[in-house]
């Protein structure tokens, strides 16, 4: 113990758990874990080149820590030089080594190798502590730069003015490109730097047509609202000076056929061709395309369902399950309107709800004007009210969700008919439409619209079954594989139950509705009575009280399809023996065969098939002809053979 009352403890050869008594008291006062320091050392990169740098990430188990780094071939300036900055010095540099003191178990020092000046070759960097054994090596290849450039691609990109169109930049040793659209030839243009973030050799640069009237300054400012013209999908943007280009104005410029001025437009960029070149500098073009901006339109409307019990869809992966085109909708089913136009998805991208709809221009949503919709109107407009009467209107903010799938030129509103706004029987218009205006569509002038239409029916829930008689009884075969089917006009892919009940039976199976609307299903029936009465109903419809009425049924025989031919066939045999027993036997034989060729031969075309085979057997009395006793019967044949005989002579 020193004169200040601290202990020192010589941990070398120590390793576990202590603790320290007071005289030898068998009372722990103080304890302490001896345990072994270790250390992680990695590059974030397995290269780099002579003008770059790259992290070294130190993992320790723990802090407050000396750290020794030293490299083969490296000596203590070229070290001190390669991470000047990052942390701490403690001194004691030497033997071709530099320390840094090291506050937390989780560190990261930045290796600028273009300050260093450090040659080409591998590395391999060793990281330890000056108060333990503990350490870990990291390794780097430096290398020479390869050349710097910015390439696009050489495909021409086609879109629609009022939408986004979309291209790649691909870097090669360098994060950033200057990137300019347009030029004297469209009298304007848009100057700015795509940066690659995530160094992963591209960015994805979006410009949004709709939102090009803006203007941007070279300090990224706009003239009014920024509503995002240029973004990125992978990387950044800025319109901030390029690196050594001072020359270069950032923003967008407007060209009068004499001098480029800063500022926008007063409407969005017109139809036609824009050269878009990348470069790496000032003075040269890497690469260079075209973006073709061409008219949009309203194309059309049309109707989709699919069943109530599936969830709102919000994702296409779930609206793509059991959908189907039909104008007529059941109720409670969903209805999904589709809307094929273009040049509105620079303001309807695929993060809109359905508060980016439409709305009761009389009510007040969320204190939002209906005027803030880019003048896009979804509505439903009911046709069959009656006279004199305003039919209901169903508005877009009215529905359950919407999915744009703006690659396709398609967006789908979906509703859901049983939600209070729809009524079976009900007949609609489904309009989707453009208006322009203040506030309203940009691209069309004010008390200009444009509009597409179609048809929607929301009918009632019904189901029907088949094979019913005259007397409207379900007639079910008492089988092993007895199938009950019908018809429906609930959505395909719905799934409900058919129930069949005697007296003291209940048979129930689940059913799913296939695209033509029907279903089927089968019941082992085997032990029912021919004759045994029973009823059929669909459960789990959703049917409502006026069409779920219970069918009659009864059981009946399984019966075999008949036979498509008619052949008819005549044979007598007569044969007399001069025995004391006489015996005669007459075979009469009648087959019909149905045939669809004619010949000189005796047949007939029938519609059903009939086979007779007729034998008279003798009867009790002894049988004969028949219509004759025995007796008579015995007369008339020996007087035949007695004439026989005499005309033979």
Partial sequence: MGPNGWVTIDTSDLDGQYYVTNNGAGTADVS??????????EFASDSVTTE????????????????????????????????????EEAGGDSDGAIQKKITNTDTTLSADFGASEVDTGNYTFTVGTTTTAAEDTANITVKEPGDIEAQLSGDTVYQERGDVAEFNVSLANTKSANVT?????????????AIDNDEDGYVVVQLNTYNTD????????????????????????SFTEYPNTDDVDMGTHTYDGDTWTQGGLDNPIATGSYTVTAATSADSTDSKTQLVVNEPSL????????????????EFDELNEHLTESSTVAYDDYAIVEAQASGIYGFLDSDATVADLNADPNANIDGVDDTTRQGLNVTLTQTNAGANVNGDVVYGQDAESVLVDSENNTFYVVYNTGDGDFSAGDEFAANVSLTGGTDGYKLLSADSDEEVSGDLSVDAREVSFSNINDSDVIEIPASENATVSGETNLAPGTEFSVDVETSNVLEST???????GMFETSFDFSEMSVGTEATVSASNAGLTDANSDVIDAMFVEQTDEPATTTETTETTETTETTE?????ETTETTETTETTETTEETEQTTEETEETTTTEEPDDNGGGIPGFGMMVSLVALVAAALLALRRSN
């Fill in 181 to 193: 659209i347009g030029g004297t030839d469209v009298n304007w243009k848009v100057n700015f730097t």
């Fill in 580 to 584: 004391t027993t006489e015996t005669t």
């Fill in 32 to 41: 302490f874990e001896v345990a072994s320091q270790k250390m992680d050392a």
């Fill in 299 to 314: 194309e059309s409307v049309d109707i989709w369902t699919k069943p109530s019990a599936d969830s709102t869809p919000d």
């Fill in 52 to 87: 770059g740098s790259v992290d070294l990430d130190l993992t320790s188990s723990s802090n407050n820590y000396v750290a020794n780094i030293s490299a083969d071939g490296l000596d203590e300036s070229e070290l001190d030089t390669l991470f000047d900055g990052d942390a």
């Fill in 214 to 237: 803006e203007g941007i300054d070279s300090d990224g400012g706009t003239a009014n609202v920024n509503q995002n013209m240029v973004t990125a999908e992978s990387g950044s943007i």
């Fill in 510 to 516: 689940s059913v799913e509705v296939t695209d033509d």
